[in-house]
């Protein structure tokens, strides 16, 4: 199984009123930069224990 890209070097590629779009520079990827902000949120948050 490929491991995900974390996007570590991303660019700005568009600005839209309060939207900014970036590009992740390893995998193409491009996405909303508030949803880029989630996912290092979601990395740094340790996993719930049962």
């Known amino acids: 199984m490929e491991k995900p890209c ?3 070097r991303v660019c700005v ?3 839209e ?3 900014e779009f970036v590009e992740c520079q ?3 990827d491009v996405f909303d ?3 880029f902000k ?3 949120i979601e ?3 340790p996993p719930e224990e049962i």
């Open 38 to 40: 989630d996912m290092a």
């Open 17 to 19: 009123d309060d939207a």
């Open 13 to 15: 590629v568009a600005r």
């Open 33 to 35: 930069s508030r949803e």
């Open 6 to 8: 974390k996007h570590p």
């Open 26 to 28: 390893e995998c193409g």
């Open 43 to 45: 990395e740094d948050t």
